[in-house]
């Protein structure tokens, strides 16, 4: 089964420090991508980066960036200079190419003034 | 303005009462997908929809139904709740399923009680 493992539920970071979180995942596909998105306590799910497998070079969008491990099949989140606005679940998923998208459990992050 | 909508937001039912949530995306996208979300469970995938008249089941798909009769709307019926289907549930659509265009657009959520 395709599976999607977070192992750290919660998380702190001080403010501008750096934070990485991190990400497991099992596919037998070839092709898929990965991706982190952010859920603040308005709930509403927002997309913070994407990776596609077969990409080499690590996904990176402004403070964030992934460290993508395909051997390891990890995929890792760095939050560069936090930010109180940071704060929220984070919730690693895959696309493995079935149509499915498939979740982690998220990690709470809070961000330390 | 490009949105998934969803409606109620927030809902209390009683056990068995029938109930649908709607869904719909003004953004002509093709896929369309139903998500339970569950403190320590994260988000399960219950449905979804490849196209008009396409749909399969996710991973928890028991106690639910949908249908895709049009592109834009992808309603999310409870026949029969029960307790256990208290949730907070996300509608989400995307251009496609594959490749670039697997970027999932959340809809706001819909905080379900069932007594």
């Known amino acids: 089964a395709q599976t999607v493992t977070q192992s750290q539920p919660e998380m702190s970071v001080q403010e501008a420090e750096t934070v990485t979180l991190s990400c497991t995942y099992d596919t037998s596909e070839s092709d898929y991508y990965l991706f982190w998105y952010k859920q603040p306590p308005s709930r509403q799910m927002i997309l913070v980066i994407r990776q596609e497998a077969y990409k080499q070079q690590n996904a990176t969008e402004n403070r964030f960036s992934v460290n993508f491990q395909k051997a390891a099949k990890s995929f890792s989140l760095k939050i560069s200079d936090s930010q109180l606005g940071d704060a929220a679940m984070y919730f690693c998923?895959?696309?493995?190419?079935?149509?499915?998208?498939?979740f982690g459990t998220g990690t709470r992050l809070k961000v330390l003034a | 303005e490009a949105q998934v909508t969803q409606n109620p937001r927030y809902l209390i039912t009683v056990t068995g009462k029938k109930l649908t949530v709607t869904c719909s995306q003004n953004?002509?996208?093709?896929?369309m997908s139903w998500y339970r979300q569950d403190p320590g469970l994260g988000l399960r995938q219950i449905y979804y929809s490849m196209n008009v008249e396409v749909t399969d089941k996710g991973d928890v798909p028991e106690g639910y139904k949908v249908s895709r009769k049009e592109k834009r709307n992808f309603p999310l019926i409870l026949e029969s709740p029960s307790p256990n289907q208290t949730s907070l549930y996300f509608c989400a659509s995307s251009p496609g399923w594959q490749g670039f265009y697997n970027e999932q657009f959340f809809g706001p959520g819909t905080r379900l009680t069932v007594l």
């Open positions: 953004m002509n996208h093709e896929y």
């Open positions: 998923a895959s696309s493995p190419g079935t149509y499915k998208y498939i």
